[in-house]
């Protein structure tokens, strides 16, 4: 407390008040010299050698100026003796500790019978309840600064408070959060998983902790909360966590859980299937939809496909795009698409579309006979032509029906253009109803001609 009170002589005239000092200014003295033997008392010279004093301005209750005809004891009678001040005491001691009685020595006012009233402060803020002329530090207060702040009152005047010198109150000895266990990272471990923790646990009831998670010991923006997602960019780094445990009164500590690697993500998963879309028929073209995939971070888009077009479940070399144009090779046969999904950090997607067949190529059979009569013993002609868009020489066997008996086989040869000609021997007397069936292949549909009449004379 650094309040102290101090008596200044000095001589003041009347003719000062007289001249229109009011109660509220600041008043300037100076010592004065002595005056001159027979020199009058209302004429001081002041003494330019002396030190100058400047009184703070007080605001004074109005007193009326004293008239000519009172005494000279009554006109200098000052207001200043009329108001409170604090004149003395309210040191504190040179240090405190937590358990320790902190007690102020006893306040000294410049007027009899003030009532005196104690609020001690934390930090410059109110104590709850902490009221009295005395205070005890608590494990609250330890590392905090402690002051009282005390007022002066008495009735007729103005109340004055006043606020001591701040006290430092140390950390105790031995009073650091030791931890009781450990801290460590539970969950699957894994890209697109939660981290959990375990632990720590202290020697201390109520500690509140505060986390900060770190990638190869650095630490991850905004990761400060008790659980972590990890994400694509952990894959490959040491993930670990700090966790440093709070409680007032006693100094923070930190413990460091063991790093892990994250291992490598689950392979991501469709919601919609793949498909593709467009018609199963040579020259046309043929789209792969890959689908929607869920796992891995969806915010930042869908994931990256690639593709392989399958022929009868066998790669096609060379189909790796989004689009197949349907070949020749293709007829017959069943052509799907290997959607693979992937995403940084996981494992990739992959999913096989339901087949499109793509169908034989159409043909057509003309069946005709060089004669339609021939003589008993004589062998007919049949002359056939096999039409299919697209193929120069359509290949394939071929057989005579005369009704629902067979009466010849042949086959279209390749680079025959699709004509053959068959002859039929050893048919009997009468009329033969023919017509001509070819069975097709692998790439050509089949085909059956008109039925032709044949007659075979006696």
């Known amino acids: 407390m650094r309040n102290s009170a101090r008596a200044l002589g000095a001589t003041v005239v009347t003719a000062l008040v007289a001249g229109g000092m009011t109660w509220g200014s600041s008043l300037v003295l100076q010592a004065a010299a002595a005056p001159p033997p027979g020199a009058p008392a209302s004429r001081v010279a002041l003494d330019p050698e002396l030190p100058t004093v400047t009184l703070p301005t007080t605001t004074l209750p109005s007193v009326p100026l004293p008239t000519s005809t009172e005494s000279t004891a009554t006109a200098a009678a000052s207001p200043v003796d009329d108001l409170l001040q604090l004149v003395g005491g309210l040191e504190l001691p ?3 500790e937590v358990g320790q009685l902190i007690a102020p020595t006893d306040p000294v006012w410049s007027l009899p019978g003030v009532t005196t009233s104690f609020q001690w402060l934390r930090d410059g803020a109110p104590i ?5 002329p005395t205070f005890v530090p608590t494990l609250e207060d330890a590392g905090h600064a402690i002051s009282a702040q005390v007022t002066g009152t008495l009735a007729g005047v103005p109340a004055v408070t006043v606020i001591t010198d701040a006290l430092d109150i140390p950390l105790a000895q031995g009073t650091q959060l030791s931890p009781t266990g450990d801290v460590s990272i539970g969950g699957p471990k894994k890209i697109g998983t939660t981290a959990t923790l375990t632990g720590p646990t202290w020697d201390q009831e109520g500690v509140t902790n505060d986390y900060r998670w770190l990638r190869d010991d650095a630490p991850i923006a905004g990761a400060t909360a008790a659980t972590y997602a990890l994400v694509a960019e952990d894959f490959g780094h040491a ?7 709070h409680k007032e009164g006693f100094t923070d500590n930190t413990v460091t859980s063991d790093p892990v690697r994250p291992a490598i993500g689950d392979a991501l998963q469709f919601v919609t299937k793949p498909r593709v879309t467009g018609t199963g028929a040579v020259g046309r073209l043929l789209t792969a939809d890959p689908g929607q995939w869920s796992g891995g971070t969806e915010g930042s888009g869908p994931p990256a496909y690639t593709y392989q077009w399958l022929r009868n479940g066998t790669a096609i070399s060379g189909a790796v795009a989004q689009t197949y144009q349907v070949e020749s090779a293709d007829v017959g046969r069943d052509l799907a698409v290997l959607v693979t999904a992937t995403r940084p950090a996981y494992k990739a997607g992959r999913f096989t579309t ?10 057509t059979l003309t069946a005709s006979l060089a004669s339609k009569t021939v003589k008993k013993g004589k062998a007919a002609t049949m002359r056939l032509v096999l039409k299919v868009p697209g193929v120069a020489s359509p290949t394939g066997a071929v057989k005579i029906l005369d009704g629902s008996r067979a009466l010849a086989k042949g086959a279209f ?13 050893k048919l009997k007397p009468g009329k033969h109803r023919l017509k001509a069936v070819y069975a097709g292949s692998p790439t050509v549909a089949g085909a059956t001609s008109k039925v032709l009449t044949l007659t075979v004379a006696r």
């Open 239 to 245: 993930i670990s966590v700090k966790v440093t445990g």
């Open 128 to 132: 709850p309840g902490a009221t009295g």
């Open 94 to 96: 040179a240090s405190a």
């Open 354 to 363: 339901a087949p499109v067949h793509v169908a034989k190529l159409a043909s």
């Open 413 to 425: 040869a390749k680079g025959g253009h699709g004509r053959l000609v068959v002859r039929l021997a």
